[in-house]
Each structure stands twice: as C-alpha cells, then as structure tokens.
C-alpha cells in the first residue's frame, strides 16, 4: 500500500435526537489490538452509558464493529458505512449514547449514529500517509544549501540536520521518488556525497 489516509487527531461530537444524546469519539487505530484497547478505554469513561457502539478499520478487510445492544445494523454498521465511504483506514468511532426516553425507530438509530459520526471525522481532520524512505545523507557543507530543493523536489521532506562535521541530514522521500532523489544527489554532491537507506515507513507531508 502507497498511501493510505487517517484521521489527522483525536476529536468528539455530539447530538441530541429527541432527547438521546449521541457522544461520537473518533480515534486512529496503530493495530487491531490497539483498537480494541481503545473501545475498551472509551466504554470504562462512560460506564452509566446506554450503549457504546463502534467500528474501526485497520487496513483492508481488517475491522470490527459492534451495535452494543442497539437493534441489529442500526449502530456499528452504519459507523462502518461512514469509515468506509470516506475511505479510511487505522481509524474507529465510539458513539456513545444515553437514551432519552423516546424511541427514535431503526431508520432514526441509523440516522443519529450516521450524522453523529460523520460529525467526529470532520472534527478528526484527515491525513494522507505516504510510504516513504528515511535517508541519511551526509556532504560538503558549500553544497549544503541546495539540499531542501532536492529534497522538496523529490515531494519529500528534511527531518533532522547536524552541521558537526560537514552536512548530514536525514530525510523523508515518498518511496516513489527517491531514485530521483537519488540521481539528484549525486548530480548535487558530484559522486562525493553519501546516501544511506535507513528505513521505510509511513510520513505526512503537510
């Protein structure tokens, strides 16, 4: 997988459907079991709740969802639809709701936990996150200066710079990009500089 995109933080919302309140906590989620953890955590802050009902999706097929005593496909699976539909991934939602005394009938539960998390996200904010290859360059430092143009060219960015003993730098380089990154460098330092693969992972970039 190139790229994927994720929720950008942490953020709540809330609505109030005839008198039910509908608290939607939406979360990124590093791996399964950490999602799990974090249902878990979300449930133990509102003990006195009438339901928790969630889903999350790690990566791909890679999910789970529950509607927590909410009549069936009326909670967990259209906080899933959502997830889906904006295309996220190592992302969950928490809607939390205390019932106010009014049945709201299976198209308004769909409704409420639809608008509710739809809500969240947009709080969340969305990243895109790139695979990318960490570098760590070293140079002279009269070169030194044209590094970020290369590096900005490439669509990557420069995360660290020690200036100790010449230029060395590490970098961020959508994997995508970084033989031209490399034929730059190279061009740039005339063969004299060095250029070593550190590590692949995934970066933002804005």
Do not use: W
Request: net charge neutral.
């Amino acid at each position: 997988m190139k790229s994927y995109v994720t929720l950008q933080n942490t953020a709540e919302a809330e609505i109030v459907v005839k008198h039910s309140r509908f608290l939607a906590t939406a979360f990124g989620v590093p791996t399964y079991d950490e999602g799990i953890a974090k249902v878990g955590e979300i449930k133990g802050k509102y003990p006195d709740a009438t339901h928790n009902c969630y889903a999350f999706v790690v990566e791909g097929t890679q999910q789970k969802y529950s509607d927590d005593g909410e009549p069936q496909g009326t909670a967990g699976t259209p906080i899933l639809e959502v997830l889906r539909r904006q295309g996220l991934s190592y992302a969950g939602v928490v809607v939390t709701r205390y019932f106010g005394g009014i049945k709201l009938g299976a198209g308004g539960l769909v409704s409420a936990y639809t608008q509710a998390t739809v809500d969240a996200l947009a709080a969340a904010g969305k990243v895109e996150m790139v695979l990318s290859d960490v570098l760590m360059v070293k140079m002279d430092y009269y070169v030194g200066g044209k590094l970020p143009y290369i590096v900005g060219k490439a669509g990557g960015k420069v995360l660290t710079t020690d200036y100790a003993d010449g230029l060395k730098a590490t970098l961020a380089v959508p994997t995508d990009s970084t033989s031209r990154f490399e034929g730059d460098f190279v061009e740039l330092t005339k063969g004299k500089g060095e250029c070593i693969h550190i590590e692949s992972r995934y970066e933002r970039y804005v």
